[in-house]
């Protein structure tokens, strides 16, 4: 790309905030020193509702910014494709898209080489190198996934390296610290509306590998992160259901047939296991639905009745919540079958790449997400059982820890 500022694009940068007050000022004042045209550049905040003033400190003390006020919570994947539309309208007519973390600041430098690539042609999207806040651990050196959607984030809590100064593919861009042509943004859709958040970033990345697109992660595109400043104010339970249920959602959408007809009977029982583990429930609590068991100490009519009455009384058990999340979660797919079919044909009609030319962006994908015993064989048994492990021969080390 020249140096003239009038070969580089007109960039909005699109920011969500909830309740974020206090990562705003950093943030902003990181993006008033970008060594990169002002003219060239506008800063689109989305506010979802905040209750702790962050409208009225931007109004105060950045009047800059381009201000969007939402009433409620509409969630990251919609609030920023809102951001976008905004940075169509009016004259700037932005020509590049670039989606930043509120807990975020930059390096000088950061915007002009993230959106290099973009504008020399050479990918539609790209993605930052993350560093902790005090920039001695990873957070993002590139993303990518193990084969049941759950997304790495690539060199996540290393010691920062040369291993990660590698430019080049990258699954998805993060979220957190991306750029991506606007033309390709709004022609694959944005970012998906009902995922809400989580994993909205892994889904659009991989739809645009799909498409026929390509993501580079690029090493001199550098940022520190407050990490999870903002999932963080949310109930576990919540951010949980998310997480289990989003990966399936872009399975679904995202894999050929062939490979979803392997992966999703597997990806359904390994997220039942998960469920179970999380339940908190004892084998006492067991004991009542199991037939064998169940009246090895109520024996006679006068037992029975004692069992029954009993059983009348606690109609119910406790369940963690995880557990209630990760149902909720896998029924939200199961119960909108048809509604999820009519999105993957959607994505699968305009397919332009291959799942085995995709296959080894996913980096880690025979990562095994939990250390217990009986999921770690489930998890063996089910990439067995439908030849999973043999799509991945020779693109996975053994599921090791994704962060390497």
């Known amino acids: ?29 990181s993006l008033e020193s970008l060594d990169y045209p002002r003219e060239h550049w506008k800063l689109y905040l989305v506010d979802n509702g905040s209750a702790d003033e962050s409208v009225a400190l931007v109004k105060r003390d950045f009047p800059w910014v381009e201000l969007i006020v939402n009433a409620d919570n509409r969630g990251f994947s919609a609030g920023c494709n809102q951001g976008a539309e905004a940075a169509l309208e009016g004259d700037f007519e932005a020509q590049t898209f670039v989606f930043l973390n509120n807990d975020m600041r930059v390096e ?49 809590l290393d010691k920062p390296g040369p291993e990660h100064d590698r430019l080049g593919p990258s699954l998805f861009a993060c979220g957190g610290a991306m750029a991506i042509d606007a033309g390709v943004f709004m022609s694959a859709g944005g970012f998906d509306e009902e995922f809400f958040a989580y994993y909205e970033d892994v889904d659009l990345g991989w739809r645009l590998w799909v498409l026929g697109h390509r993501i580079h992660y690029v090493p001199d595109a550098l940022c520190y992160h407050h990490h ?26 995202n894999y050929d047939d062939a490979h979803l007809m392997r992966i999703l009977p597997a990806a359904l029982a ?23 068991q169940a009246f090895l100490r109520r024996t006679g009519l006068a037992g029975r009745l004692r069992e029954r009455a009993r059983r009348k009384v606690a109609a119910t058990i406790p369940v963690r919540r995880e557990a209630i999340a990760d149902y909720l979660g896998l029924n939200d797919l199961l119960g909108n079958w048809e509604h999820w079919m009519q999105r993957r044909a959607e994505v699968q009609s305009r397919r332009r790449r291959s799942d085995e030319e995709i296959f080894q962006l996913f980096k880690k994908p025979l990562w095994c997400i939990e250390p217990e015993q009986s999921y770690s064989d489930l998890h063996r048994g089910m990439t067995s059982f439908f030849g999973i492990d043999a799509l991945f021969e020779g693109r996975d080390d053994n599921g090791s820890d994704p962060s390497q």
């Open 228 to 253: 999870s400043g903002t999932s963080s104010s949310f109930p576990r339970e919540a951010v949980r259901l998310l997480q289990v249920r989003n990966p399936l959602f872009a399975c679904v959408k």
């Open 270 to 292: 390994l997220g039942l296991r998960r469920s179970r583990l999380h339940a908190g429930l004892e084998a006492e609590d067991e004991r009542p639905f199991r037939i064998e």
């Open 108 to 156: 000088p430098g950061w915007l002009k080489a993230l959106v290099a690539p973009i504008a020399a042609g050479e990918c539609a999207a790209t993605t930052a190198k993350m560093l902790s806040w005090d920039g001695k651990a990873i957070n993002s050196a590139g993303g990518g996934m193990n084969f049941h959607g759950i997304g790495i984030q690539l060199g996540y």
């Open 1 to 29: 790309m020249s140096n003239s500022n009038e070969d580089l694009p007109r960039v909005g940068i699109v920011i969500l905030n909830y309740n974020g007050k206090q990562h705003l000022a950093p943030c902003f004042k």
